[in-house]
């Protein structure tokens, strides 16, 4: 969110000490009005369809890692940061990308890709392969729409793969959440983000069965941090609620 001092604000609304931040191009915190959110949104549909080409999509997100770097160093107490990727680089350029622009900038782990389509979720196979030389870095994908069920699948398979790749679903899987759910149960390398849950009823059922490998999360400025932390407080015990809120992501990150 820009400016940073609005992410603060929420967070310190919302009681968070610090937080993991993404790199992104779409800013809906600064839309007032329908027609401005309207931009935004068709803005990011033009991401997700791959609108503009690779040159295009390396710009963007170059953009977006040096307005993330600046956050991060402002705030080094607030902030982490996770480090976004362009799908469709060769398998060298991918890794060159991962080496300079997020393991030399101490990015804590690669994200957020948002896969359109499963063409789009195939590329990840040479992400996955690559994060692979670098054990305990994780990878945080958006699962809600539009990705399918079918693209999920292909997650899934990757997961296989690459057991000791940590793999976040984020958004647990949207209305897939309990084919989400019951894979990342048999496989201990999934974590489940808990933002914008598709129902309460999923999150209440993510925080029963898996607590330990479940995260906070707000999808700021889509969702309110205040807001869904007082969900997770609401089902879940205060152990698990602590867990949940920041212990569960500060072990996976070595905090």
């Known amino acids: 969110m820009l400016p940073s001092s609005l992410q603060i604000l929420k967070m310190e609304e919302a009681g968070i000490e610090q937080a993991v931040l993404f790199p992104t191009s779409i800013h809906m915190e600064q839309a007032e009005t329908l027609e401005e959110m309207e931009k935004e949104l068709r803005s990011l549909n033009h991401v997700l369809s791959g609108g503009g080409g690779i040159k295009s999509e390396i710009q963007r997100m170059e953009q977006s890692l040096s307005e993330l770097s600046a956050a991060v160093s402002q705030h080094p107490d607030r902030f982490y940061g996770f480090g976004c990727v362009p799908l469709g680089l060769s398998a060298d350029e991918t890794a060159l990308w991962i080496e300079t622009r997020i393991i030399k900038k101490k990015f804590l782990g690669l994200g957020e890709f948002t896969p359109g389509t499963e063409a789009n979720m195939l590329?990840?196979?040479?992400?996955?392969?690559?994060?692979?030389?670098?054990?305990?870095?994780?990878?945080?994908?958006?699962?809600?729409?539009?990705?399918?069920?079918?693209?999920?699948?292909?997650?899934?398979?990757?997961?296989?793969?690459?057991?000791?790749?940590?793999?976040?679903?984020?958004?647990?899987?949207?209305?897939?959440?309990?084919?989400?759910?019951?894979?990342?149960?048999?496989?201990?390398?999934?974590?489940?983000?808990?933002?914008?849950?598709?129902?309460?009823?999923?999150?209440?059922?993510?925080?029963?069965?898996?607590?330990?490998?479940?995260?906070?999360?707000?999808?700021?400025?889509?969702?309110?941090?205040?807001?869904?932390?007082?969900?997770?407080?609401?089902?879940?015990?205060?152990?698990?609620?602590?867990?949940?809120?920041?212990?569960?992501?500060?072990?996976?990150?070595?905090?």
């Open 123 to 255: 590329q990840l196979r040479q992400i996955f392969s690559v994060i692979s030389e670098y054990p305990g870095i994780p990878i945080w994908i958006h699962t809600f729409s539009p990705v399918t069920k079918a693209g999920l699948q292909i997650l899934m398979e990757f997961c296989i793969q690459f057991p000791k790749v940590p793999v976040i679903f984020g958004h647990m899987g949207g209305i897939h959440w309990m084919e989400t759910l019951s894979f990342a149960k048999k496989h201990k390398n999934v974590y489940l983000d808990l933002s914008a849950p598709y129902t309460s009823l999923s999150l209440r059922a993510a925080l029963k069965e898996l607590p330990e490998r479940c995260f906070y999360g707000s999808d700021a400025p889509l969702g309110e941090p205040l807001f869904l932390r007082q969900m997770i407080e609401y089902f879940a015990a205060p152990e698990t609620a602590k867990q949940v809120l920041g212990e569960n992501i500060k072990a996976l990150l070595n905090l």
